[in-house]
């Protein structure tokens, strides 16, 4: 018999690990009421605890600023291609007319 791995998005992650903070239930309680192991509630408050000091961060994220420069990239690529475009449509125009002489 297989287990499948259950998969929980952040969004809850983020709830579950409030209501806990919030003490308006025990980790067990919250374990039972999600079907969730209380060691993955207590994984899961570490990492939340852990990384509490990046909502208040100035400037943008580390992924904010990965995104941001991908971007960059994607737009200078666009550029790229665009000259290209127009480079090689010039040069066809140019073969046709020297063909035709």
């Known amino acids: 018999m297989s287990k499948t791995r259950k998969t929980f ?9 409030l209501q ?6 025990t980790v067990n309680e ?10 993955v509630i207590g994984r899961w408050k570490t990492q939340f605890q852990e990384r509490a000091f990046e909502v208040f961060k100035k400037g943008p994220s580390d992924a904010e600023q990965v995104l941001v420069e ?3 990239q994607i737009a200078e690529l666009e550029r790229k ?3 290209l475009t127009i480079e090689v449509d010039w040069m066809k125009k140019k073969s046709r007319e ?4």
Do not use: C, M, N, Y
């Open 81 to 83: 291609v665009g000259q």
């Open 70 to 72: 991908k971007e960059d």
């Open 30 to 39: 919250l374990a039972a009421t999600h079907q969730i192991s209380p060691v």
């Open 20 to 25: 806990l903070l919030r003490e308006e239930t």
């Open 9 to 17: 998005t952040p969004e809850f992650k983020a709830q579950v690990v």
């Open 98 to 101: 020297l063909r035709g002489r």
